[in-house]
């Protein structure tokens, strides 16, 4: 008995769309892995004030030379004493800081020691999604399901991209931008411009007056009868 062609083919259609329904989103995650590597710096203050201890300022400048502590990092500041005296240790630090680019915040949190700070850094790696992915088998899809490889780039950009790892832990907290970094980047934006080199050639040749008309150039020689 002959079975009709329809039915055949709807057969088929059939087996297809079983195999393609395999596949699931989990066999491609594009999820970017944040790891964190927090560590502590303890800082001892002269006591009684807000003024670190003898070596406490170098110590604080080898930290931010060596990358121990960079501008990246999320770094907090407890500091102990009455609410006067610990705001003005956690400035203190700020200040030493801050020449690095390295923006400090207070912790909500004591528990610092007497006539100390903990400086709190928190570190993150961000990890990449294996990407491109092309597990997904590239022939007809009749569920109309999305490219294993969809949404790879977005991931991956978004990893690449980010300013503050940290950031992709957790937002920051709305404040005023601190000042010393903001004058900072309007100082080298006026010092860096493109300057015309002193010289008839190259861009300042272009800049300078025709050959057919007009003085020549500053430096360059005067033309005399017969040349």
Known sequence: MNRPRYFLAATALLALAACSADYTEAESPKELRVDSAATQVNVAFVPGSAQLAPGEAARLQRLA????????????????GDPLLREERIAAISRELVRYGIVVAASPLGGAPRDRAVIAVGRYMVTLPPCPNWSQESSSDFSNAKSSNFGC??????????????????????AHADGIPAVSSVIRYQTDKVKLPATTTGAAALAGPSATGGAPAAGSPTPTPGQ
């Open 65 to 80: 030379l060596t990358g121990s502590i960079s501008a990246p990092d999320r770094v907090t500041i407890a500091a102990a």
């Open 153 to 174: 780039a977005v991931a991956t950009n978004l990893g690449l991209m980010v300013a503050s790892p940290a950031d992709l832990a957790g937002g920051r907290e709305l």
